[in-house]
């Protein structure tokens, strides 16, 4: 077995409420004993589509070793429980940026003369919209044509943005210039968006309130699955917040890849340092 994401389930924290099994149409979870229970790797995808509807907080999504996430008997599974589950695993799918699962259900489907449901457009989808992949990236804009002022422009290039919600494998990360932010820096820098996110892909995160351990575990998918140009991290000059640059170097320096760092500190006054 091959080491992959997959959720973990914290018991202490679980209800057994069973929120997230409707949220699960792969199938992989079951309330037993009281409990939520992951009742067979190969039918957990981990991309975490049940665990914005946990209220205890108690699913996460861990890195270990782990048997093949299967699709063909994810679908087998799925088409017995009738067309709004398998629409609800298409969208997941789909949400996710996994095209090449989507294909494997799409020809399941297909060979078993089982008709494929229409799929919303949009952001208009079954599942957590906190955890949808969002590729954002547009054409450059034209410009102001008329003359007349307006807002600065987002660049931000994709959703969702929080570090832990990233999944390793989405497609915006693979050729990208990276910018990891500690999350106060959009806050105090007002120059945010034009000097330091435009043209990059976007991880926030927290270095002394969230589970470092977790963060290095997901760099370190991030640069040995993808095609990273650059890495810059942008964090405060408070001492709490450059606890994430040994994780990102020594993350770097673990996938053995050359990428090029650059270290960005931002003032608590809101001026770069």
Not at 6 to 27: A, F
Not at 36 to 48: K, N, Q, T, V
Not at 88 to 110: N, P, T, V
Request: proline share 4%.
């Amino acid at each position: 077995m091959a080491k992959r994401n997959i959720i973990k389930i914290d018991e202490e924290k679980c209800t057994g409420c069973s929120l997230c099994i409707p949220n699960c149409p792969e199938g992989a979870l079951q309330i037993i004993d009281g409990k939520a229970r992951l009742i067979s790797d190969l039918f957990c995808d981990g991309l975490g589509a049940c665990i914005g509807h946990c209220p205890e907080g108690a699913i996460t999504i861990e890195e270990r070793e782990a048997e093949k996430y299967n699709e063909r008997k994810v679908m087998a599974n799925i088409v017995k429980q009738g067309p709004n589950v398998i629409k609800a695993h298409l969208e997941h799918l789909k949400g996710h940026g996994e095209s090449g699962f989507l294909k494997e259900a799409l020809d399941y489907l297909k060979e078993n003369t089982i008709n494929v449901p229409e799929m919303h457009n949009g952001h208009d989808h079954a599942g957590c919209l906190g955890a949808k992949v969002m590729d954002l990236r547009k054409k450059e804009s034209s410009g102001n044509k008329s003359g007349a002022q307006t807002r600065a422009p987002s660049e931000l290039r994709q959703w969702p943005v929080q570090l832990m919600l990233v999944p390793a494998f989405a497609p915006y990360l693979n050729n990208s210039d990276l910018l990891i932010a500690a999350d106060c820096v959009p806050f105090a820098y007002a120059n945010f968006h034009a000097d330091l996110l435009k043209g990059k892909t976007l991880l926030v995160g927290c270095p002394k309130l969230d589970d470092l351990k977790i963060y290095q575990e997901k760099l370190n998918q991030v640069f040995k699955n993808n095609h990273i140009k650059s890495v810059t991290y942008a964090h405060m000059e408070v001492p709490c917040c450059s606890g994430l640059t040994g994780i990102i170097r020594q993350a770097i320096q673990d996938s053995a890849k050359k990428i090029a760092y650059h270290d960005v500190v931002i003032g608590i006054g809101g001026e770069k340092l």
